[in-house]
């Protein structure tokens, strides 16, 4: 895998990182996305609002998931890879790919946005 997230996979957690020396979950998703040419905000509250809603049933490569771990909330984004799987940046492992049918993301979705075509997003970010 030659792509902007296979390149970020073991980068370690950082908060308030944004970038390979260290990422937070939306440091993450930010970074990737701007390799892309678009622009999120910094938050993943933030990012929550932008793009189109989308199903859990019609995810496709590129949408971003939100989770609320905190209680209160939007608090964690990673992004959509396909095969009910999706790439974050975790305070204990760093960036990597995880499954949504883990106990401990299923009971804490929130919900997806769609900010980019899918096709666009598999071009660059994900083989």
Known sequence: MDS????????????????TAGFDCSGF?????????????RTSREQYKMGT?????????????????TGSGVSHVGIYVGNGKFAQSSSSRGVNISSL???YWS??????KRV??????KAVAYD
Request: zero cysteines; hydrophobic letters at 35%; aromatic letters at 12%.
């Open 4 to 19: 902007v997230i296979a390149k970020t996979i073991g980068v370690s957690y950082k908060v308030g990182g944004s970038t």
């Open 29 to 41: 998703t930010k970074y990737v996305y701007k390799k892309l040419g678009l622009n999120l905000p």
């Open 53 to 69: 809603t989308v199903s859990r049933s019609n995810l496709r490569s590129g949408d971003l998931v939100f989770f609320n771990t």
């Open 101 to 103: 049918s883990q106990s």
């Open 107 to 112: 009971k804490r979705y929130v919900g997806a």
């Open 116 to 121: 980019m075509s899918s096709t666009a997003f």
